[in-house]
């Protein structure tokens, strides 16, 4: 029997092993070590750094693969802000002198900023230049971005969610939440929203339908896919981490945890020689194409 069916397929069965094998990582803020834990695929625990922070919350990565951390005022640092976190470990201050909660990165390498106590949205460049995005949500939490481009903010004391448009134009999405906190995208456009004071997690569709995804949570508060559709679930109370698949199943991921803010560690891009190899295989396949009508 054959290994592979011919060239392009030995090729495609490269490229497809080399741009799977690398797993990614979730990145969890604990609330109760002020620590930031790294866990493998299979589960697998380590710290990745202890920098005593007071309420680290929302995580984000850039797509350098630095790992950002929100942090509000408390008896270590007297104001909030926003940390810088290498892939080696190394913590630098990004932003500070308000209260921050959630992160969302948009395609630009723009960084978006919940400050908390200010009832606004920040935004700050690559280069570190801060700037006022919108105003007049009350305790914005979670942020995530649609594929269109408009930012979500889930309003904790407003027990909502707005949508605003990369040019500022705020619009209500949902409202009757209590105290939202984590959202995030599916890869449909599908927006789930973490509300604790239900123990739910609620999807609303592109087109406006809402329906609750999962029920008798114990204060949900951050959410993360990973590349897979697997949404994972930062369970306060409980100190757990849940997994849900696509359909709904839930599974328990990691415990002990007291976990807050979740980030997955971006999937790499393919390897150079992979672009080549994908090259050789559209031209060995065009060739083939060819010989065949001639």
């Known amino acids: 029997m054959k290994a592979c069916g011919g060239l392009a397929a030995c090729l495609g069965a490269v490229i497809l092993v080399s741009s799977n094998a690398c797993g990614q990582n979730l990145f969890v803020s604990s609330d109760w070590g002020n620590d930031i834990l790294e866990f493998s695929p299979s589960g697998a625990q380590t710290t990745f750094v202890n920098w005593w922070s007071q309420w680290s919350s929302g995580l984000a990565f850039d797509k350098d693969g630095n790992l950002y951390t929100a942090f509000a005022p408390g008896w270590v640092y007297t104001t909030g802000g926003v940390v810088k976190i290498t892939p080696g470990g190394v913590v ?16 630009s390498g723009n960084l978006f900023v919940s400050d908390f106590g200010g009832d606004a949205v920040d935004k700050i460049t690559p280069a570190g230049t801060l ?15 649609d594929s269109a481009g408009n930012l979500y903010v889930a309003s904790y004391y407003g027990g909502s969610i707005t949508k605003v448009t990369p040019s ?11 105290y939202p906190v984590g959202l995030a995208f ?25 329906s609750a995804f ?7 508060q951050f959410l993360a896919f990973d590349s897979m559709g697997n949404l994972f679930e930062a369970d306060a109370n409980s100190g757990n981490i849940y997994e849900f698949t696509p359909g709904g199943a839930r ?31 559209a031209l060995f396949g065009s060739l083939r194409l060819r010989r065949r009508s001639s």
């Open 131 to 145: 700037s006022t995005f919108t105003t007049g949500i009350a305790a914005p939490q979670g942020l995530a971005f």
């Open 214 to 220: 999962a029920s008798g949570l114990s204060a949900p």
């Open 251 to 281: 599974s328990t991921f990691a415990t002990g945890v007291g976990p807050i803010g979740l980030a997955f560690q971006p999937v790499p891009e393919p390897a150079s020689w992979a672009m080549v190899a994908m090259g050789f295989v």
């Open 92 to 107: 630098s201050t990004f932003a500070s002198g308000f209260w921050a909660a959630g992160l969302a990165f948009d395609k």
């Open 168 to 178: 500022g134009v705020q619009s209500t999405v949902t409202t009757g939440l209590a």
């Open 186 to 210: 599916d890869k449909d456009d599908d927006l789930f929203a973490a509300d604790p004071g239900h123990g739910t997690i609620l999807k609303i569709t592109p087109s406006g339908a809402q």
